[in-house]
T-cell receptor, first 113, second 112 residues
């Protein structure tokens, strides 16, 4: 099946620092999604990207759909303690049904006050 | 607007026993998904329903897993018999538009 490689696996940062994480695939995706999951909860959609090169922001979060359509990154600026959680990338490969998302294995973010 | 409801939140069973999970999606959402999330991994789609029809069940281990959405609203996922490797969080999600899936809190299953 489709594989998404998400890196880094974990990050430990100080409050106020910026964070960057990325996701790569060996095949082309036509949609990239970024989710955040808090302990004991389901993932929550943060940003959706639909076009190669697209750059989208949601508050302090910015995500980009890579030009090759095989990668995406998520940046968090000026991190705060509530940014702690697991961030997942997900995407829809070409020629799959629109709802069939493939997920990466997540980046665990820890923010030290 | 009420979110996706799932029950139970936790379940502990012994291997070879049966277990069932229930999901009530957000009102009006035609599409319902069941995911399996093993500790340290991202969610993996098990089955996708559109109303009461199955759209995709290619990753559902059909020898032991079954799911139904008889009236196109709530859904149940069953495992019979359970194996140790079924220990995971089972997430239900629903959507109106395919890319915007809303997840429930999940059911954490431990198989001993």
């Amino acid at each position: 099946g489709q594989q998404l490689n998400q890196s880094p696996q974990s990050m430990f940062i100080q409050e106020g620092e910026d964070v960057s994480m990325n996701c790569t695939s060996s095949s082309i995706f036509n949609t990239w999604l970024w989710y955040k999951q808090d302990p004991g909860e389901g993932p929550v959609l943060l940003i959706a990207l639909y076009k190669a090169g697209e750059l989208t922001s949601n508050g302090r979060l910015t995500a980009q759909f890579g030009i090759t359509r095989k990668d995406s990154f998520l940046n968090i600026s000026a991190s705060i303690p509530s940014d702690v959680g697991i961030y997942f990338c997900a995407g829809h490969p070409l020629n799959t049904n629109a709802g069939k998302s493939t997920f990466g294995d997540g980046t665990t973010l820890t923010v030290k006050p | 607007e009420a979110g996706v409801a799932q029950s139970p939140r936790y379940k502990i069973i012994e291997k070879r026993q049966s277990v069932a999970f229930w999901c009530n999606p957000i009102s009006g959402h035609a599409t319902l998904y069941w995911y399996q999330q093993i500790l340290g991994q991202g969610p993996k789609l098990l089955i996708q329903f559109q109303n009461n029809g199955v759209v995709d069940d290619s990753q559902l281990p059909k020898d032991r897993f079954s799911a139904e959405r008889l009236k196109g609203v709530d859904s149940t996922l069953k495992i019979q018999p359970a194996k140790l490797e079924d220990s995971a969080v089972y997430l239900c999600a629903s959507s109106w538009v395919a890319d915007t899936q809303y997840f429930g809190p999940g059911t954490r299953l431990t198989v001993l």
